[in-house]
């Protein structure tokens, strides 16, 4: 079973529509959850830590279900500039402080005008 | 914002020979991290390191790869006999006090074994 799983796409997407993404993960111990943005031959960086209440920062709102270890993410008001591929990511199989990244294979976004 | 850099951006060497790979930490960041992305792959965990030592490595980490913070600042990666297969793009990402904060990337070292 693939630790992180997503779908990926690529979404066609209408600017300034709505697209959600969702990610599962396999690993019950991971204790950090984030979805991480990269651009066409740049490194990842980071959009949003998820936490299980629930966040949102501007148009992008994420969610985490530990019971069903599944993560999403919702962008509204798509912009072009969103276009990119969005990580689903969470920490390691220990759950520490030196534990690397365990990385999706990443949801191809395309924003078109 | 204070960034993660990575030295060189890019790197082509021949098969069998040594590369060194360097990345400069934000400055009060005490973990440090390498991660690989093959190309049309997904990013992969190498190694982690904190207090001058690996505190966890993956599969992928074989007793060709080392890394080391010689002299305090610059984190180092170096892969002894390089193989075709070592083709991909480097990433160092840094983090925190305790390593549970977030881990900043570096621009990465695109590395082309021939």
């Known amino acids: 079973r693939k630790e992180v799983e997503q779908d990926p796409g690529p979404f066609n997407v209408p600017e300034g529509a709505t697209v959600a993404f969702n990610c599962t993960y396999s690993n019950s111990a991971s204790q950090s959850f984030f979805w991480y943005r990269q651009d066409c031959r740049k490194e990842p960086k980071l959009l949003m830590s998820?936490?299980?209440s629930g966040n949102e920062d501007g148009r992008f709102t994420a969610q985490l279900n530990r019971a069903s270890q599944y993560i999403s993410l919702l962008i509204r008001d798509s912009k072009l500039s969103d276009s990119a591929t969005y990580l689903c990511v969470v920490n390691g199989r220990k759950g520490g402080g030196a534990d690397g990244l365990t990385f999706g294979k990443g949801t191809h976004l395309i924003i078109q005008p | 914002e204070p960034e993660v850099t990575q030295t060189p951006s890019h790197q082509v060497t021949q098969m069998g020979q040594e590369v060194i790979l360097r990345c400069v930490p934000i400055s009060n960041h005490l973990y440090f991290y390498w991660y690989r992305q093959i190309l049309g792959q997904k990013v992969e965990f190498l190694v982690s390191?904190?207090?001058?030592?690996?505190?966890?490595k993956s599969e992928i980490f074989d007793d060709q790869f080392s890394v080391e913070r010689p002299d305090g600042s610059n984190f180092t990666l170096k892969i002894r006999s390089t193989k075709l297969e070592d083709s991909a793009m480097y990433f160092c990402a840094t983090a925190g006090l305790t390593g549970r904060e977030t881990q900043y990337f570096g621009p990465g070292t695109r590395l082309l074994v021939l």
């Open positions: 390191f904190y207090n001058n030592e690996i505190s966890e």
């Open positions: 998820v936490y299980s």
